[in-house]
């Protein structure tokens, strides 16, 4: 049976959406993001389709492949999708992208973006009425010759990765935005395949080699006491869905293990307690490092897992950033988001890049001219231009220490290559990457095998027979 693959808009860091083609006359999307750069919002593109798309899975909760979602329910029945489309995804995907849904349209609504204001009624079509929650390996029949099936994709919680198989033996694996190796609070990816036909292959780190996350986890410590021996705050930029969650428990851990000082935890971040919630009412799916952290031990129930487990932590507001900024006392600061362009992270490292006892750490992607990209190269002494929330801007002097630290929930290259090693598919499909990523992801890959390589542009279609 021929496949076809169609990369609408999964060649870059974007909103993403591609689309499978079967010989039987299947048809599925995987994503349908939302681009969220500095010039704005941006929906996928869609190119002419000569069929109606019957499915749609998603692989996780991240806005940019869930942000447009709710945009489906009126391309229903129009040029795209099938009447009765059926979304696929894990519970978890389904709770998280409730929630970042809910954020966006607000967000957009105060920006005046109205079309991607998306109402209660929109976003329950696609996460209640059309959405089929499945199982990591659980399998389901999209067709007689057609089944798909999702494996575990580390990155974030629910994060899965599709993998396609038809009834004559072809195999296609979608790796969506994963990681092999494990995190804080999320295991790796899982996939116990090999000699597959296809496989399409995140390449956002191909360029990169992460530093490994033990190193990562020993830099926050050194970063947490160079401040405190000085009485001087840290403050991390987080994203709210899983960075956070996996900074927060690190920094516990370290403070068990009597790495770092008893000082004070705050978490800052408006999605923040909504998304850690849904990490602990799923805490099944969450790796547990030790005994004493497992759900199961007598008393954790009772508590109230969440409680127990980010024991010492306290989540505030903008009243209390402001307090805090005035108190002479240590403390360390998660804060929303990522990137310090704009929420919490925004306002903490405005009110404390003045001080040089103080320390502001980015912990994941800075895209290019953001704020955090421009913070990292300020020179210590000099003027940031920070965006205030009324579109207006205002200058910084950045006497604080500035650093970065890699908490990738991304494979890099080593990990990548690692994984098509294993997996031995015979085309690779670079997606999800820049140019350089993913031309030098190939030139990797090209050395350990003899896959063919595939750098597909927007709007490209490949046919695999
Ligand atoms: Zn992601």
Known sequence: MSVKLIIADGDDIGPQFNILEFGDGTSIGIDFGLGVGRSGPSVPYTPELKRLIQYLVVTHAHLD???????????????????????????????????????SSNINRKRGNLGLAYSREAIAEVLEDRYVPMRFRDTVDLSPQVTMSLYRAGHILGAGMPFFATSNGFRILHTGNFSTADQRLIAGA??????????????????????????????????????????????FGVF?????????????????????????????????????????????????????????????MEKGLKEKMFEGVTFIGEEERERLANDSESCVVAATSGMFDFGPSRGHLRNMADSPLNIVCATGYQAEESTGDLLLSTERGSVLSLRTPDGGREQITVNCEVERVNLSAHSDQPELCGFVTRVKPKHVVLTHGSESAKFRLAQALAQLGSWKIHIPVKGEEIEFD
Request: hydrophobic share 45%.
């Open 190 to 235: 899982e996939f116990d395949q090999s000699g597959i036909d296809v496989m399409v292959l995140d390449s956002t780190y191909g360029g990169r080699t992460h530093q490994s996350r033990m190193l990562s986890r020993l830099r926050i410590a050194e970063l947490i006491n160079r401040a405190t021996a000085r009485h001087g705050k840290v403050v």
């Open 65 to 103: 492949h869930i942000g447009s979602l709710p945009l489906l329910a009126d391309m229903v029945g129009g040029r795209f999708f099938e009447p009765n489309f059926t979304i696929y995804g894990t519970k978890a995907t389904r709770d998280l992208a409730r929630l970042m849904l809910i954020d």
């Open 240 to 300: 709210a869905l899983g960075r956070l969650q996996e900074v927060i428990q690190i920094i516990l851990d370290l403070k068990k293990a009597e790495l770092i000082p008893n000082i004070p935890v705050y978490a800052d971040g408006g999605l923040a307690w909504g998304v850690t919630d849904i990490y602990f009412s799923h805490f099944s799916e969450l790796r547990w490092q030790n005994i004493t952290d497992n759900p199961f031990a007598p008393g954790m």
